[in-house]
């Protein structure tokens, strides 16, 4: 894994319907394929012409980033997952002790953190939580004082009877603990509706509790990924299964099912880790799909 270039800020900005949707950037890097997508190869990325310049760099490696997305439906306003976070202990060295302008991005962009309604985690990993807290005098607190944080219940049990704390680091004690003990969370099946815009959709195997955002305005649809697919290679594969996915023929399946219905849908894609344009959608080709890029 390398660290080539950064990039950080506001990113793009999409209206779906009456909902709004903005990209706040942690992070966008390069990095080398073998350390999410190990079996992809440059016989299988580089006939993809449509994967650049956006997803895929000059030099060959994949273009990934680290986003939290704010959707604004009926009054609410709603980020969905919150990145990696500033100060933190991580074994992953690209992670570890993270220093970046996010909250002031944040602010910049017209989204004090007071001003947040609901945090959607997709799931718990450790780049999805990270800003639900911050460094108060030692201790961790609250990000969004006035906020609701949504994790879902299946996917919450799960990470708290698994000890990943040697490969993740101790993402529950510093970035789910605290919310718990604010009593600022609800525990929310993978369906639950968030507005009447807004919902959350069941797109496990990523992780056993994972679920992607669905938003429907105005005769317009659009999903949030999340996790269960991190890079555009794998709609012309989506069997390619990412190394950190819990289940791998079930995050397959998951796929293959998911961007058959977004194609019948022509819902817009907005990709949690997808850089550039950072969103499209699915036309099929060749037995999978190719991505369209808005």
């Known amino acids: 894994m390398t660290r080539d270039s950064d990039t950080t800020g506001v990113g793009p900005r999409w209206s779906i319907g009456d909902v709004r949707i903005t990209s706040i950037i942690e992070v966008e890097q390069e990095w080398n394929w073998e350390w999410l997508l190990p079996t992809v190869t440059p016989e299988i990325h580089e006939p993809l012409e449509w994967l650049r310049p956006d997803f895929v760099a000059d030099n060959g490696k994949?273009?990934?980033r680290i986003q939290a997305l704010v959707v604004e439906s009926q009054g609410r306003r709603i980020i969905v997952d919150t990145c990696v976070g500033n100060d933190k202990d991580r074994p992953t060295p690209l992670f570890d002790k993270f220093a970046t302008p996010f909250l002031d991005e944040l602010e910049g962009a017209g989204f004090g953190?007071?001003?947040?309604?609901q945090v959607v985690c997709t799931h718990l990993h450790v780049d999805h939580?990270?800003?639900n807290t911050i460094l108060v005098d030692g201790r961790w607190v609250p990000t969004f004082p006035n906020a609701l944080y949504l994790f879902g219940r299946t996917e919450y049990e799960y990470w708290k009877a698994e000890d990943e704390t040697e490969r993740f680091g101790d993402v529950m004690s510093d970035s789910i603990a605290p919310i718990i003990d604010a009593e600022l969370f609800d525990l929310v099946e993978s369906d639950h509706r968030l507005t009447d815009e807004v919902w959350l959709e069941p797109t496990a195997g990523h992780t056993?509790?994972?679920?992607?955002?669905?938003?429907?305005?105005?005769?317009?649809?659009?999903v949030i990924t999340g996790?269960?697919?991190?890079?555009?290679?794998?709609?012309?594969?989506?069997?390619?299964?990412?190394s950190a996915d819990v289940d791998p023929n079930a995050s397959s399946d998951t796929r293959k099912r998911a961007f058959a219905q977004w194609e019948t849908d022509r819902a817009l894609v907005i990709g949690t880790h997808f850089a550039g344009r950072g969103a499209g959608t699915l036309t099929a080709e060749n037995g999978a799909w190719r991505f369209v890029v808005e």
């Open 62 to 64: 994949l273009i990934l």
């Open 113 to 117: 953190r007071e001003t947040i309604d």
């Open 129 to 131: 939580v990270g800003w």
């Open 208 to 222: 056993p509790g994972h679920h992607s955002v669905c938003i429907s305005s105005g005769g317009q649809r659009a």
């Open 227 to 242: 996790d269960m697919v991190h890079h555009p290679v794998q709609f012309a594969h989506p069997r390619l299964a990412s």
